[in-house]
């Protein structure tokens, strides 16, 4: 139990025996730098509990916790704010406990815990995965990771839109201007050459759509009469009808599709547990629409289609099946989420990782699927994330115009090659180990640029200050603890037993910041917020520095200074490396 767990359990203990009133929490926050204390409780949410002058409901607690805790050796109340001093010996005895956990911070899945599914990437197969699909990756295996080390069993998976007009309209301008090519014959990732002609396609279309006009269409005629927007509809139905020799060449280019996603996800350094096809969902949910009408859940109108009234939820009313019989969108997520629940009956709650433009869609979703009466429904969370800007401006995927996620890696490599080679930092190395550390050190970048922003915050991406080895960027971190691995690779003398000691301010500053690192992870997880694990990553850097600068590590003479301090360094090097694995992060040894 770390002293912020202790001290909650004795303020709701002090709470009940001076005011013969139980709380159900206590707010923390660490103790601003002027005034004398290591934590403070916030008094003011207890006033909800117990009317009165916090001033005074802060003096009582803190007396009682300076006779019932320990490790509180004073305190001070400042307005609203229990300031509370921790003894040394908390600090080192709690650090002496750590040191030699691997994993300190993680917990494991507990037996009776409901797993988490985090469906994230979810890729169109008719381009590759560009910025936004990067941010998206992110975030959702990042998630999924911070959730497993809270002490959750997760699911990472993905539902691939294999099918659609979007698909047929690659399929048809390769058929129409593709001359045979292949992945092997062009030299080109399989996704890309896919993507070339999904934007060849548009090219071609806009032509079309520019001849009409001249013959004397309006322009919404002119693109619903075009002969290759006609003919790709035709290839839909041809599809949906399970024509032969549409459905081998459909699998012949999303095989080449998925062959260029895995080279992508592996490089990004993402995976999934299972995978879901919309070729083989997009019919579930329309039985589920029968067992909705006869239960009141949705409706029929004259023409026969079927609708949600969601009006008195504060949402309006949602179709969920043409008058035709066709499935919409709607009703496929509806039938996917019970279809996933089925498969993965250990599933408490699913993550859906999905820009904001689809805030609504998932309002909606979740409603339905409680209205339905699924108990996990109210597990439902919409990881939504805003976009990813570019100097430059938006990005269009018909236009050919995104940002590629290989060539972005790419760049992001150069960029740190360029950076690096200026600062003159990597003497020694082989041509082998630079380009590995490149690779290291700009994908690092551009993983912390992303994470360490809120995902519900736009982000503006700049490569080149991504890369910058001061502030509040990957590289940084990453240059932080290649040097603490030189402290450690420096120490000649067994720094391996545990020393009682005074500690100097520093280290105790230093200590504070490892004890919570549990709690972030925790936080992280409730929050679905990686950014929560990367600022306290550069918090913690932060305050390692301050101490390299203010203490002597290898030069102190004092031995048990010097072990302790190797032992401090080490740690924070060992949550550093911790921290950005649940990033998605490496670390590099020497820098």
């Known amino acids: 139990m770390n002293i912020q767990n202790t001290i909650e359990t004795k303020v709701k203990e002090g709470f009940l025996a001076l005011y013969n009133i139980e709380i159900p929490s206590v707010e923390f926050q660490a103790t601003r730098k002027e005034f004398e204390g290591d934590i403070t409780v916030v008094v003011f949410p207890l006033l909800r509990y117990k009317k009165g002058n916090p001033v005074q409901i802060g003096e009582d607690l803190g007396q009682y916790l300076v006779e019932n805790v320990t490790e509180i050796t004073n305190f001070n109340v400042v307005k609203g704010f229990l300031n509370l001093v921790i003894e040394d010996s908390f600090y080192t005895n709690f650090f002496n406990s750590i040191y030699t956990d691997a994993v300190f911070g993680f917990n494991s899945p507990k037996a009776d815990e409901k797993a988490v599914l985090v469906e994230y990437s979810s890729p169109n197969t008719n381009k590759p995965l560009h910025l936004g699909h990067v941010r998206n990756n992110l975030l959702g295996y990042s998630v999924a990771e911070i959730i497993k080390a809270s002490g959750k069993k997760v699911y990472k998976t993905q539902i691939i839109n294999d099918r659609g007009i979007h698909i047929c309209k690659s399929m048809l301008a390769w058929e129409k201007f593709g001359?045979?090519?292949?992945?092997?014959?062009?030299?080109?990732k399989g996704d890309k050459l896919v993507g070339n002609y999904y934007v060849k396609f548009d090219q071609e279309y806009k032509k079309e759509i520019s001849d009409l006009v001249a013959q004397g269409k309006t322009e919404d005629e002119a693109k619903k009469e075009a002969p290759l927007f006609l003919e790709a509809q035709q290839m839909l139905l041809k599809w949906e009808a399970g024509d032969a020799a549409v459905v081998k060449l459909w699998k012949t280019m999303n095989a080449w599709v998925y062959a260029g996603f895995d080279v992508t996800y592996k490089n990004l350094g993402v995976d999934f547990d299972n995978l879901y096809y919309e070729s083989n969902t997009y019919l579930l949910g329309k039985d589920i629409i029968d067992e909705g009408l006869e239960s009141g859940v949705f409706y029929k109108k004259e023409d026969g289609s079927v609708w949600c009234d969601l009006t008195e939820d504060g949402l309006d009313e949602k179709l969920v099946l043409r008058s035709d019989g066709t499935a919409v969108y709607m009703t496929q997520d509806i039938g996917t989420a019970i279809q996933r629940a089925k498969d993965l009956p250990d599933v408490g709650g699913m993550v859906y990782t999905v820009g904001n433009e689809q805030d609504y869609h998932f309002k909606v979703l979740f409603l339905i699927l409680k209205k339905l009466g699924y108990s996990w429904a109210e597990s439902l969370f919409h990881l939504s994330y805003g976009m990813v800007d570019l100097p430059s401006g938006k990005m269009k995927s018909r236009e050919g115009t995104v940002v590629d996620a290989d060539d972005l890696m790419v760049e992001m490599a150069t960029t740190a090659k360029e950076i690096s080679e200026e600062l003159?930092?990597?003497?020694?190395y082989s041509e082998e180990e630079k380009e590995e550390l490149y690779k290291t050190i700009g994908l690092g970048a551009l993983k912390y640029f992303i994470l360490k922003v809120d995902p519900k915050k736009r982000i503006l991406f700049d490569p080149k200050s991504s890369v910058d080895f001061q502030g509040n960027t990957g590289p940084f971190i990453q240059?932080?603890?290649?040097?603490?691995?030189?402290?450690i690779r420096k120490a000649d003398f067994d720094y391996s037993n545990p020393v009682t000691r005074d500690l100097h301010e520093k280290e105790k500053e230093l200590l504070k910041q490892l004890?919570?690192?549990?709690?972030?992870?925790?936080?992280a997880a409730a929050n679905y917020s990686p950014a929560v694990i990367a600022n306290y990553t550069y918090d913690l850097v932060k305050e390692f520095n301050s101490f390299y600068q203010n203490v002597s590590i290898l030069g102190e003479e004092d031995l048990d200074k010097k072990i302790f301090r190797v032992q401090l360094a080490k740690k924070v090097a060992d949550v550093i490396k911790q921290a950005f694995l649940l990033l998605g992060i490496d670390v590099p040894e020497r820098m």
């Open 479 to 487: 240059y932080t603890y290649a040097r603490i691995q030189s402290i």
């Open 424 to 428: 003159g930092k990597l003497d020694g």
């Open 515 to 523: 004890e919570l690192f549990p709690e972030t992870i925790q936080q």
């Open 179 to 188: 001359n045979g090519e292949t992945p092997e014959s062009t030299g080109l």
